[in-house]
């Protein structure tokens, strides 16, 4: 008799085990498909926003170019090539060549907020050269990521929400965050980073070695 009460004493734990596992997987699977929903979201607009920032660039450029014609400069390297999936464009303003790219966003991430919870959102990238020289697509995804965050002019930060406003940070003022409204994300996005790289220039590079020369 005693076999018979150990035996149902089992199974009570064992079906309270499995009932435990089956809600706290549960939970898991909630908070992962809230995830889901929300990367799905910002992807969506992310892609759309980076497609509004194309638009604008035609015409920036094509200002561009007036403004340059005018003051008698060559414009015949003022040029934009964007790629077949329409998620990278390659900006060459005379000497300057910026890349915008909206690549890299395949799975959820968020932006650490000071007084709330963290911002799930896509990401767009504006870096200094040429993303096709600077990207070996060979690489893994955290070495690739270490290319883009080296050459990082700024970034675009597009929440799921549409009423939420984007965030801008400016990686050489220890990435100084600027809020945008989704409506003028795209230009005002593109036209900071023309005028951050074009509005600066490079130092002549110094060989700092010591010669024999004492004089």
């Not at 799905?40 to 035609?58: G, R």
């Not at 995804?141 to 799921?160: F, G, H, K, T, W």
């Not at 990435?175 to 002549?204: M, T, W």
């Amino acid at each position: 008799m005693q076999n018979n009460f150990d035996s149902l004493d089992n199974l009570e734990l064992g079906v309270q085990k499995s009932s435990v596992v089956q809600e706290r997987a549960g939970l898991v699977a909630v908070y992962m498909y809230k995830q889901f929903i929300e990367f799905h979201q910002a992807t969506v607009n992310t892609n759309d926003m980076f497609s509004k920032m194309l638009e604008h660039l035609i015409t920036v450029l094509e200002y561009l170019k007036q403004s340059l014609n005018i003051r008698n400069v060559p414009v015949q390297n003022v040029t934009c090539t964007v790629d077949s999936t329409k998620t990278l464009a390659i900006v060459n303003v005379l000497w300057h060549k910026i890349s915008f790219t909206c690549r890299f966003n395949n799975s959820p991430k968020a932006l650490p907020r000071k007084n709330g919870t963290p911002m799930f959102c896509g990401r767009i990238f504006a870096i200094n050269g040429d993303f096709t020289q600077l990207i070996n697509e060979k690489d893994d995804y955290e070495r690739q990521m270490d290319i883009l965050l080296e050459n990082e002019i700024a970034s675009l930060y597009v929440p799921a929400e549409k009423n939420q406003g984007t965030v801008m940070t400016i990686k050489h003022k220890d990435n100084q965050e600027l809020y945008i409204s989704q409506l003028d994300a795209p230009r005002e996005f593109l036209l900071k980073v023309i005028e951050i790289v074009c509005a600066g220039g490079e130092f002549h590079k110094q060989n700092t070695k010591k010669t024999g020369f004492i004089f």
